[in-house]
């Protein structure tokens, strides 16, 4: 039992030691809300300005030096089917609602949102993701495995990988430009935009933009800002004329970001560790209990069983005992008094000898 | 026994051989084509769904049935069900050759698979369920390995190592319980990050539960299964009679009845606390309806009528639907109700060389199975140390 203890005491410090060495790491994921870096930078697209010439997916390709797209500047037959982003192409215009009558089409830039408290990030086990003060995420590829699970855990699809590479495969994705930004440049989409549809600038000036222009604008604008509490907020904002969810983006998503969904359930494993060693030896030795007592009821019932036995048998070799002097007695007594008998009746006859036989 | 073996040596070029090596290798070229040319060409794997069959079977099936080992174990060992103690080895021995060959499926599917050790030795990131996952199976792997080392020992006769590794079944045990009850609820809980991607009906805050109980029934079904076959097809190695397999079978239908009873409870617990009744009514609804009726409720229903009226047949005909409904609701988690929002062209389908290579690696383990247990002592106790368990 001694032992038992000791192991159990051993693994309650374990547990305790891995509580107290994760929890530092995961402050960042923790319970409090986590508002943003102060003064981060992001971009506002504004969809009911954008005009679908592209210039912003040729501009990215040039400055991650990335293929140029194969369809020309303002080139329209690309919006016959839905692109998606990919490890060549890491931002894409789409046509969502097709031109009619007076009302223009309705097109959308995708690319990684950036978000204040990315998903991505958190479900890494190699933590290769960083969110900068400066506002982008970064991805360390010298660290990827390439489990992929930033990939399909992302709930804007925003992160694509390179499946042609079979030797050093990594995560491609926007990276806001962060050299540029770093130079104190606006990102090439920005750049690019003739339309203003991109503005670059400082997150929280972006929020009040784009409240101002729905507050001027009511009509052009449904009443809603994405990004500004999506799932904890984004980098990148989005203003459009009409629902999101016609713009290929979830809508009624929760204001809380998504890496406390995971967090919440990761402290309990602590908790299974420290508790299961004591728990399990408890119902070990219940079991052992419940073992040691029914092998002590079996050792007693089979002692009672043989002092019964003992007792009956001694009962019984009395009895007989008992039985065997009765009989031996009668015996005696009939041969006394068949003796006895035999002697009176010679003695009758005629008192000639037999004294002898009626002694004995 | 042995002699027996020795003298009557099984045909290398038997039917069960030739296909066995047929389905290696071709998936062995499949893996080979995949390492060649890159996850692209070998794939449907897209930047959608970047996780397929080898994440959604190997991994995450593979886990799950291979669970039989912590269950017989802690049954016998912490919860003193000694009569079910000759189920033992070949559950473990089932669980250690999943885990290892969810290993070497991961292997097949990471991007960079010799950068597996990094979590570990080069940056660690603990907020993710995967480290945690990584971790344990990594760890639950050495456990099981260690575990079924007596068997090789006992081959082997090394005594003094068998006498060692014996002393700590307790510590093992336990060890075992607490890294299954973690990486399989964890495998779960890699989810619970999802909830736009994942259907609401599969999506739940308790899907780590629901992972853990289904792991658990998957875990004595599979028992139920393997020593059935085991059984039948390496008849001159076991010891075990027929009418005393019969009897652990009726034994483990009623754990089994059990166990699927809780995991619907707990199923119907998360439909009621999201209100998703309504969601019953859609195809998805039609598609979950099958699965938790045709496959939990139903072989419960077995379970039940098959161990009170003492039909091993019917527990086992139970137990194969009980393992294909967790594989359903693994593969549905994965593939089938996850990025259910997305237009049916962008949907994933597996690739015939990412087939190639499951079905190769579960043919790999039953060979694997079949090489061990017609050697070491696994359904039989060597006669040196009979009855020393």
Redesign the interface.
Known sequence: MSISRRGFLGTATLAAGVAAGTGRARAGAGKDRFPGYAGSMGLLHDTTLCVGCRACEIACARENHKPRPTARLGDRSVFGRLRRISDKLYTVVNRYIKARGKKPAVYRKHQCMHCQEPCCASVCFVRAFTKTPEGPVLYDPSVCVGCRYCVNACPYHALAYEYDNPMSPTVQRCTMCYPRIKEGKSPACADACPMGAIVFGKRADLVKLARRRMAKYPGRYVDHLFGEHEYGGTSWLTLAGVSFDKLGLPTGCSHRPLPELTSGFLSIVPLVITIYPGLLLGFYSFTRRKERLAERARVEAAEAARAAAEEAAAARAADQKKLSEARQKKAVDLAVAKALATRDSEEGAGRSGGGEEGRS | MSEQSHAAPRPLLSPFNVVAALLLLLGGCAAAYR???????S?N????N??GLWIGFDVMTGVALAAGGFTISSAV????MREYQPLVRPAILTGFLGYFLVVVGLLVD????W??P??FL???????????I?LCVALYLTTLFVEISPAAFEWLGLKRWRRLVHSMT??LT?FG??LS??HQ??LG??Y??????LHPLWYS?HI?VHFFVSAVAAGISMVVLESALSHRALSDRVEVSGERLDEMTVGLAKAGAVVLGVYLAIKVVALSLDDEWALLLTPYGHWYLFELLGFVLLPMLGYIVGHRERRPTLIRISAGVTVAGVVLNRLNVSMFAYNW?L?AA?RYWPHPYEIAVSVALVTFGVVMFRWIASRMPILSEHPDWRGEH
């Open positions: 390492f060649a040319a890159g996850l692209g060409p794939t794997l897209d930047h959608l970047p996780w060992y912490l919860f003193g990471l991007g960079q698979p950068r597996l990094y979590p080069v940056q660690s990131g603990p907020t993710s369920a995967l480290f945690e990584a307790m510590a336990i319980l607490i009850t973690m609820s964890t809980a890699m619970l990050i999802t909830p736009s991607r805050a780590p929002r237009p962008d």
